[in-house]
């Protein structure tokens, strides 16, 4: 849910994700023992397992080459669905993962009870709307369908980004718990369907628009110049759809995820790879970690509030 914003620093718009995907996941954590919670940093020949979201992207191999250069090598993960790194996270199978925004996070973390949190920040990304029929939103008759992910945090910020281009409105204005049932249909211009993220792409033809996770974009054939509409990222409450590294919170303070944050965050190949891969969309962030936690438990108690 190439999540990722996206893919920036402030609190709460219409959801980025990152989204932020991945194939199957095998093995246990192996970071040695130097790399435990307060741990003395990288050691020689320690390896980190880290969830990401899409293995190929142009970030990843420098950033794999970059932490070598410190002592640290860098497994990288890669799933095939949102909805894995974050249990694979929990269960110690792997030790960080990155892929998705705080507001991603804050629901796992509410539905499962776990305690994953943030370490750091890395981008942002505008959440985009796409079309094959139509090379205007003006253009879409009144009565079409078009699609949004599936999943919460992204249907959320899906449908705020239509609320903004005209197509519907939502009852209650738009918050980051909106879905399909808050859209106001006598006062909406389209209809508006829900689909997994990773299906999106190919369904495409069949509706006359649809949000599109920056992951998949180039799945659909398509760039992300070539999006009608989309959301700002800079908006100063876009803070909860910033994209994070994650870890379980005994290892909140573990110097050698943060050293492999630094690099991320800092490494000027690994920023060019980052904005390579987004078709020049993502935003860097390098947030106070304590912004990022403290956004994260407004979301989570915003969270139990609405259920």
Partial sequence: MSIT?????????????????????????????????????????????????????AQWAPFVEAAADEGITVELVDFGSYEQPNPALTEGEIDLNQFQHIVYLAEYNTASGSDLTPIGSTAIYPLGLYSQKFDDVDDIPEGETVAVPDDASNQARALLVLQSAGLIELKSGGTIFSDLSDVDTDKSKVKVTALEA????????????????????????????????????EDPNAL?????????????????????????????????????????????????????????????????ANK
Wanted: hydrophobic share 45%; with cysteine.
């Fill in 5 to 57: 914003a996206s893919r920036r620093t402030t609190s709460v718009i219409a959801a980025l994700a990152a989204v932020p995907l991945f194939v199957a996941l095998a093995g246990c954590a192996t970071a040695s023992s130097d790399a435990g919670s307060g741990g003395s940093g990288a050691s020689e020949d320690e390896t980190v397992k880290i969830g990401v979201v899409g293995k190929g992207d």
């Fill in 198 to 233: 990773a299906l999106i792409p190919t369904s495409l033809p069949d509706v006359a628009a649809a949000i599109i996770n920056n992951d998949f974009v180039e799945d659909a054939g398509l760039t992300f110049e070539d999006a009608i509409a989309q959301d700002d990222p």
């Fill in 240 to 304: 909860p759809y910033a994209n994070i590294f994650a870890a379980r919170a005994e290892d909140a303070d573990n110097e050698t995820y943060l050293k492999l944050v630094e690099i991320f965050q800092t490494n000027e190949d690994v920023q060019a790879g980052l904005l390579e891969s987004s078709g020049n969309t993502a935003v860097p962030l390098q947030t106070p970690v304590e912004d990022l936690v403290a956004s994260l438990k407004k979301v989570q108690e915003d969270t139990e």
